[in-house]
Nanobody, 123 residues
Framework: QVQLVESGGGLVQAGDSLRLSCVAS????????MGWFRQAPGKARDFVAG????????LYANSVKGRFTVSRDNAKNTVYLQMNSLKPEDTAVYYC????????????????WGQGTQVTVSS
């Protein structure tokens, strides 16, 4: 089992930045690729960004490319999502997830999920 706890969400204005963190415990963190997903009210859960187990490969949704950066520190069992130039449409609950070692954008591939952290961007 892998336990994941997200933090760093909050209420910000358009154009601001936030950094989300996700701390893992349980099995060896460095064995897992990590993904960030988000879900807005009434919408499906969408892939945002992912990073391979070694941190040498990343993938981003087109909607966040150039604004968000995913990174990880395997020594701290933590994955981060740096979000810059936030827009109102980025408002959602953000989840981190642990899955296969390579980067995958499909939510079904991820076996472990955090409880989510709310990000609200006002215009």
């Amino acid at each position: 089992q892998v336990q994941l706890v997200e933090s760093g969400g909050g209420l910000v204005q358009a154009g601001d930045s936030l950094r989300l963190s996700c701390v893992a415990s349980g099995r060896t963190f460095s064995n897992y690729g990590m993904g960030w997903f988000r879900q807005a009210p009434g919408k499906a859960r969408d892939f945002v960004a992912g990073i391979s187990s070694r941190g040498d490969s990343t993938l981003y949704a087109n909607s966040v490319k150039g604004r968000f950066t995913v990174s990880r520190d395997n020594a701290k069992n933590t994955v981060y999502l740096q979000m810059n130039s936030l827009k109102p449409e980025d408002t959602a609950v953000y989840y981190c997830a642990a899955g296969p070692s390579r980067v995958i954008s499909t939510s079904a591939a991820y076996a472990y999920w955090g409880q989510g952290t709310q990000v609200t961007v006002s215009s």
